[in-house]
């Protein structure tokens, strides 16, 4: 009856619109308050040892370093570079801006880490655009929205880093394990925009010369070096993913002081400030959602749901195929934090037992979540090229239905084909 109450509260909450953070805070607290007349007695005082626990990770430092390093980017003009070197590349192929968009994101992946870091930072530059070109502008929305789902898929990748704190998974072998699905997400969202762009007739960029190419391809070199150095590190045991992210801060503040000259002191002030707003966010949900798991393992949710699931197979396909339907669904109503937080304790232990692996069904599970990103009611990509680009949820997601059928499929590939995912962390790592 209170696992009963506890879940409601936090659904009612979200719909109501209440922030994630709160919604799931308030309803842990709401369990302990009745928990108090009941048998299932439960000390107050958890709620706030249960938080302070569930920020105390070494490895969650990554996570303000990236966001930094993030925000740095932009500030420095890494983004506006980066766009300029995908249009020179592909700009004149069926598609024109719009796969320039594609291209974009899947080169920023490398460096932020985040899908609505990339889907802001991409956007603000070529939204207008695109707009001044005649692209529809729920299509141009739709299709910056959908390429920034690779940014947590392509190493350095924050929700890797926190799946690998909730787990206990290696995040260097997460990093890895998401290159090849990241660049199959590309390749597909890359095909879904050409086919789309050359049947509405949409217009293209005249081809760059030889000079333009090198001229971009040295204006955007330094930042592309940014992941090699951070994935590096990580993969050759020099660094942590911790100390890689402040790896990753410091080359951009290398690059903004030194290479480009364009950063000053009050730029990353306000760099930091940006970034210590969006960390705080971060890390509150983090918190309330440590409270929220722990109650929900102390009401057995993880051996109801196992029981539930071995109840329908225990086939192994039939169970990811189920848990891959859930976890579709869950990231239609609720973001990506909370649902690792909660569900990834109960399901790694279920699919491990049954040999899955665990590094395989990380990279699943955060590309499934990231599909969430782009689906309505609460898809924060959605939310953001929306602000951006004013224009209506719906009418974005209305055109990203091609995107989310085609990130579906890459999503059924990778989980039925571990090999795609386990190639390179086999590779490198002895597993």
Not at 234 to 256: Q, R
Not at 386 to 397: H, K, P, Y
């Amino acid at each position: 009856m209170l696992l009963v109450s506890m879940i409601a509260l936090l659904f009612v909450f979200s719909l109501l619109g209440m922030e994630i953070a709160w919604a799931i805070g308030i309803a842990a607290f709401g369990y302990l308050v009745l928990a108090q007349f009941t048998d299932s007695f439960t000390p107050m005082v958890l709620f706030a040892q249960q938080m302070t626990s569930g920020v105390n990770s070494f490895v969650l430092l990554a996570i303000p370093l990236f966001i930094f390093a993030g925000e740095l980017m932009n500030v420095t003009g890494v983004t506006r570079r980066i766009v300029g070197f995908a249009a020179t590349l592909v700009g004149h192929i069926n598609g024109g801006l719009a796969n320039v968009g594609v291209t974009a994101n899947f080169i920023m992946s490398g460096c932020s880490g985040s899908a609505l870091a990339d889907a802001a930072a991409t956007g603000t530059v070529l939204l207008p655009e695109m707009k001044k070109r005649g692209f529809k502008p729920a299509f141009s929305s739709a299709v910056i929205a959908s390429a920034a789902t690779v940014g947590p898929i392509v190493p350095p990748s924050i929700s890797f880093v926190l799946l690998g704190a909730i787990v206990n998974v290696s995040v260097g072998q997460l990093f890895l394990g998401g290159v090849v699905p990241g660049i199959l997400m590309f390749v597909g969202m890359f095909a879904v925009t050409w086919w789309i762009c050359k049947s509405r007739d949409y217009p293209v960029e005249e081809r760059a010369t030889t000079s333009e190419k090198v001229i971009s391809f040295k204006e955007g070199i330094p930042a592309l070096i940014a992941p090699g150095i951070i994935v590096g590190a990580i993969i050759f045991g020099v660094a942590t993913p911790t100390e890689s992210a402040a790896v990753a801060a410091f080359y951009v503040l290398f690059l903004g002081f030194v290479l480009y000259r364009n950063l000053t002191l009050k730029k990353v002030i306000k760099a930091a400030s940006h970034a210590a707003v969006a960390t705080s966010v971060i890390m509150l949900t983090v918190a309330t959602s440590k409270i929220f798991a722990w109650l929900a393992v102390k009401e057995n949710l993880g051996v109801i749901l196992t029981d539930a699931m071995l109840a329908i197979s225990t086939e192994v396909w039939v169970l990811l195929l189920m848990i891959n339907i859930l976890l579709l669904i869950l990231g239609m109503i609720m973001e990506i934090l909370p649902i690792m937080l909660i569900i990834a304790p109960v399901l790694f232990p279920l699919l491990g037992g049954l040999g899955v692996d665990e590094v395989h069904f990380g990279v699943v599970m955060v590309l499934n979540l990231m599909i969430g990103m782009i689906t309505p009611p609460i898809g924060l990509n959605l939310f953001i090229i929306s602000q951006i680009g004013g224009v209506g949820v719906i009418d974005i997601f209305k055109e990203a239905i091609p995107y989310f059928l085609i990130l579906v499929f890459v999503l059924l590939v990778i989980t039925y084909v571990p090999g795609i995912t386990l190639f390179l962390p086999e590779l490198v790592f002895d597993r």
